[in-house]
Structure formats: C-alpha cells, structure tokens
C-alpha cells in the first residue's frame, strides 16, 4: 500500500537571489562583472572587514572568563546600551530620560519582523505599510526580483506576510537625476492617515528646516508612525553621527518611532547578522511595557539571540581606543569609496561621454545611480557582460583599478550609441 507523503503538492520556490545574479552565474565570458553586489568591497574585491574587529575577535577569544550562557531573550544589556549611545549620542534626551530602548534582532530582516508582529498586534488602526526609499525593492521581489539582486530592503514583504497592505515610494527623480526632497514631502502628503511609513536610507535626500517642519507636521497631524531604517551608520558620510541626523529631527520633536539598526555591515561582520529594533517612547513606563512585548515576542521567534557578534561591536563600542580605530576605518572605506566615484566621473569626462556626471559623486555610500536608461543597461548586460540592476543603481565599491577602464568605455558606448542614433534621427528629419 503506496502512502502518500503530506509534501506532495509543495512546488519548488522561486529563489530570491534573482534573475540578474542567475544570468551572471550562467555567463561564460571571462571579462563578466557584476556591479550589484550587497557588500562593501576592498580593492582585491572581497568583503570589506573593519581592521579592529580581528583584533577584537583575538582579544574575545583568548579571554579566559568568557561566559558561553545563554544570552538573554532582549540581548546583551551592555550591547544595547552601547548601540543606543551610537545611534542617538550618549547625551541624546531620549537616553537620559530613559524612553528609548532596544531588543536584538537576527537577520536584516528581523527588527522589521519584530516590529512588524508588535504594530499589527498594538496598532491596530493601522492597515498600511509605506516605504519611502532611495530606490524600489519591493516591487522587484513581488516579481522574483527581476532584473535585480537581493537588497537590504526586503522588508516590504515582511510586513505583507505579517497582513499589511504595503506601499512603495522611489524618491530619486531619474529624469534630473538626484534625491528629489519635493517628492519626499509629496508622498508624505499623499500617504493616508494613521499608516506605518518606513524611512529608509535616504541621507542624500536634502530637506531644508522649513521642509523637515512641514513633514513634522504632516506626520503629527495624520498620526504618521516612522519605522526608520539605519543599515550601516557611518558608511554614508563616514561620519556616524551625520549619517542619523534624521533622527534627531524626530527625538527633538516629541515622536515616538521603531528603528531598525543593523551593524553587521558597518563593522564588516556580514555573517553574523547583528541588529537591533529600537524603540522611542514619550515615557519610561511606556517604554517598558513596549519592551514586556517585544521580549515576548523574540522568546517565541528566536529564545535566545546569538553572542558573538553582539560581543565584538559591545567590545569595540565600549573602548574609546577600539571605538576611535573603527570610526578611522569606516572614513578610510567611505574616502576611497569617493575616490573609486571622482575616477568614474572623471574618465567619463575625459571619453566625452555625453551628458552631465556629478550625479555621480553627489551620492552617498557604496551604491548609487549611474543614471542610464534600460536600453543602455540592456546594452551593457548583453553586449559587455557588465551585469548591472534595470534602475542603473550599481555597487560602486565592486569598481577597481583592474576593470575601471573596462567598465567606463563600456558605459561611454552605450551613452554614445543612444547619442548618435539620436543625431542621424534629427539629421534624417532635416533631409
């Protein structure tokens, strides 16, 4: 008698790493490089690390005393502590009044997971989840990611799985190409009342203080709740403080917010997926039955969070010598992050390849739009292997001495190719 197994009708999934990555790992071509990665990288093209976490990583591990107990559901104390003085200041008003709190999360994904159970749970006239951000993700992972590699911001879908109906907002203008503040304050005015609006990293997005006043009070008098996204403070700007002066906006002003804070990436621990959900409150007590709740709910996700990851950024945040040597790395990465940029712009300049190239160096961090239409990325895909996301928004740190020439006439072709046909169009129309 044949027995039926209980799986029989659980289809193979799509995978998510999408379909750019998937044609790129299929290519033969030996010139093949793919511009889309998720992580920093050094000039020989591996992940970039900050040089103090070996050292730390010695230092933990040679210590005697280590405690190898279960962690608490929430965290290290001393771990949440030190990423709160981070995030806001050690002098922040939210931390001398005792109103701003945080749980360890795991993943990149798992504040978004938390907060999102909590929201659906405690907030429950809100149905909508809106994301502004500096590009679309979402959308893409909906349709298996076409066209576009894994990105940090997923979490769209972690809160449609939760029951949101989620929204997405692009604020970059691709027709003038930069962060477009008027549009930030257009979808602030258009999103509904009493929503969920996911602030994701926008820091080249330049708001005046009458413009930040305006947005204030558009969120207080709809009942706007921000969820902000902060996924690797100080590989903006390499400043940490600048990167999060967002937040002091929101503190300053009397909101209360979630944050997810994710420090792998700005430490160089990719592998350990160390994060935190971050809340803001208006009082300590409220703060604390925030907390009861959050507690409860990663007991049942995860028990107990993983320490050593946890262990290495408490040890390196609570040492000011530790600390000052990691602040020093992140401005040496965002310095030749910059410079890999001002090379870009500059052979692009010196190819006269047409049109304007400062978008270029006016963008923050490790990625950013090249500005070029989907036939120039198509040309640029399939013609030169170059493999770059449909929305022109490239790893600029995966650019090295080794293929930068490669990689701007490349690009220069594929300007000039749309240029010329466009000049034998007017010609022809003359004749």
């Known amino acids: 008698m044949s027995i039926l197994s209980v799986f029989m009708d659980v289809p193979t999934a799509h995978k998510l790493e999408g379909s750019l990555l998937k044609i790129y790992k299929q290519d033969d071509d030996p010139d093949k490089i793919f511009l889309a990665y998720r992580v920093c990288l050094t000039h020989e093209g591996l992940p970039w690390v900050s040089l103090v976490v070996h050292k730390t990583q010695l230092q933990i591990m040679q210590d005697p005393s280590l405690n190898y107990e279960y962690l608490p559901s929430m965290g290290l104390q001393s771990f949440i502590q030190a990423s709160l003085e981070l995030l806001f200041g050690k002098y922040s008003l939210a931390i001398l009044e005792n109103r701003a709190g945080g749980v360890h999360t795991i993943g990149e994904s798992g504040a978004f997971r938390l907060g999102a159970q909590f929201l659906r749970e405690w907030r429950s006239k809100a149905q909508t989840v809106c994301i502004i951000s500096s590009h679309k993700v979402f959308t893409t992972v909906l349709t298996h990611l076409e066209g576009c590699c894994v990105s940090t911001e997923m979490y769209g879908s972690v809160?449609?799985?939760?029951?949101?109906?989620?929204?997405?907002?692009?604020?970059?203008?691709?027709?003038?190409?930069?962060?477009?503040?008027?549009?930030?304050?257009?979808?602030?005015?258009?999103?509904?009342?009493?929503?969920?609006?996911?602030?994701?990293?926008?820091?080249?997005?330049?708001?005046?203080?009458?413009?930040?006043?305006?947005?204030?009070?558009?969120?207080?008098s709809k009942q706007i709740f921000p969820f902000f996204d902060i996924p690797y403070q100080g590989l903006s700007t390499g400043d940490v403080e600048e990167d999060v002066?967002?937040?002091?906006?929101?503190?300053?002003?009397?909101?209360?917010?979630?944050?997810?804070?994710?420090?792998?990436?700005?430490?160089?621990?990719?592998?350990?997926?160390?994060?935190?959900?971050?809340?803001?409150?208006?009082?300590?007590?409220?703060?604390?039955?925030?907390?009861s709740q959050l507690s409860n709910y990663a007991q049942a996700l995860w028990l107990n969070p993983p320490a050593r990851g946890s262990r290495i950024i408490t040890t390196i945040l609570c040492n000011p010598t530790l600390q000052g040597e990691w602040k020093l790395s992140l401005k040496e990465a965002v310095g030749n992050m910059m410079l890999i940029k001002e090379k870009v712009k500059e052979k692009l300049r010196l190819l006269a390849?047409?049109?304007?190239?400062?978008?270029?160096?006016?963008?923050?961090?490790?990625?950013?739009?090249?500005?070029?239409?989907?036939?120039?990325?198509?040309?640029?895909?399939?013609?030169?292997?170059?493999?770059?996301?449909?929305?022109?928004?490239?790893?600029?740190?995966?650019?090295?001495?080794?293929?930068?020439?490669?990689?701007?006439?490349?690009?220069?072709?594929?300007?000039?190719?749309?240029?010329?046909?466009?000049?034998?169009?007017?010609?022809?129309?003359?004749?």
């Open 245 to 291: 002066e967002i937040l002091q906006y929101f503190v300053s002003c009397g909101f209360e917010f979630f944050c997810s804070q994710y420090l792998s990436t700005n430490f160089g621990i990719y592998d350990e997926g160390v994060g935190i959900l971050v809340a803001v409150t208006l009082h300590n007590q409220q703060l604390l039955c925030v907390l």
């Open 353 to 431: 390849t047409p049109g304007s190239w400062d978008h270029i160096t006016e963008q923050a961090g490790t990625h950013g739009y090249l500005g070029l239409n989907c036939q120039q990325v198509q040309y640029l895909v399939s013609k030169k292997h170059l493999y770059i996301p449909k929305n022109s928004r490239i790893n600029f740190t995966c650019i090295n001495a080794g293929n930068i020439d490669y990689i701007t006439q490349s690009i220069h072709e594929a300007v000039s190719m749309k240029h010329l046909k466009e000049e034998l169009l007017r010609t022809d129309d003359q004749n």
């Open 159 to 220: 809160f449609q799985d939760i029951g949101f109906k989620v929204s997405e907002y692009c604020i970059w203008n691709s027709q003038n190409l930069f962060m477009d503040a008027d549009m930030f304050l257009s979808i602030v005015e258009q999103i509904p009342s009493d929503c969920i609006l996911v602030i994701g990293n926008i820091i080249d997005c330049k708001l005046t203080e009458s413009q930040w006043a305006k947005v204030m009070s558009t969120m207080k």
